[in-house]
């Protein structure tokens, strides 16, 4: 039983961990060319990193643009757009696989939001340009020359599918529809399309982790608490009071989660996220019944106990099933580095194996403890039996 506790909390801890540790990765990257970049960056969406010389004498930067999880019918590109932070002036580098297996990198000065990338020449010179392709990594090289003093540029990143050897639209939403900064080659300092966008993407990112923490592991947490500490004679009633710890702890946290959603979805103009806003509005709903099941609940021998068990065991697993698909409904809005998916997967499968550990001991237990009791009292005096065991116990 302490094993068990420490158990949980042990995954507690590891849970938090994972959400907050977050540093650079592109510094310990090895290009298979062995090329050396001084300085680089983890672009913060479309899993993309930039890695660059920059030559102050010459103006020149010599660049490597890499975006990871990309197949060969899809194209990527990155682009300096001196005219702002939108898709139209980009002077970008694009690069695909065509019909023929080759790699073709180039450049495409983009001159309409309705465009198919077409080659042709930018308004600084570029040269070395090439792509590779290989473990689902397409990689950019190219040698930029700029104009003196352009230290401090806008930058743009984008991938789409491709249509036969033609690059097709992209998406608008997600990280696609984010992909935008600013960029300083002397300090490699980025921000994401100004400081307005940037403190709601912070805003964001602060909904994410709050509600992936309560919704989404705390509260599991806390129903195991509840289903596999109480056939422990020794845990009872502990089991009901950190049952009852975890759960409004998780609330708290998970209240104030929701209310930086319902902020968000407020103040966002243009995308509504209808689905992720109405599973939150019913979660919460549900938490909060759950916690006046807590005060109104009858006593153990009641004759409505049952009934009362029935609808607070089915009001919580509704509300576990329905705060998991919320998390990944928000990642997919989101749409962070693939990392925090499968972190946040890796927490799933952890905490679904350990259920199904105890869930197994629990199973043995009962039944062994059936078995001694109809050896001694014929008549199971106790009120524990192999199939009741679940859904008759509690304080
Ligand atoms: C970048 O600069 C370093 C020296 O500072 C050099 O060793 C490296 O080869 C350069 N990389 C490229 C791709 O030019
Ligand atoms: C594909 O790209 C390679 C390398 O750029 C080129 O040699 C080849 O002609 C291209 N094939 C087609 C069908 O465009």
Redesign the pocket.
Known sequence: MDKVCKALLLSCILVSLCFTSSAQTCNSYTFSNNAIYRSCVDLPFLNSFLHWNYTQSSNTVDIAFRHTGTTSSRWVSWAINPEGQQMVGSQSLVAYQ????????YTSPVTSTNTDLPEGDLSFSVSNIMATLTNSEMTIFARLELSSGMTTVNQVWQEGPMNG?TPGMHSLTGGNGQSVGVLNFLSGQTTTSGSGTNSRLRRRNVHGVLSAVSWGTLMPIGVMMARYLKVFKAADPAWFYLHIACQSSAYGVGVAGWATGLKLGSDSAGVQHDLHRNIGIVLFTFGTLQLFALLLRPKKDHKYRLYWNIYHHSVGYAVIILSIVNVFEGLDILDPEKKWKRAYIGILIALGAIALMLEALTWFIVIKRKGVNTDKHPHNTNGLSANGAMAHQGV
């Open positions: 065509n019909s023929s297996g080759g790699i073709r990198a050897d």
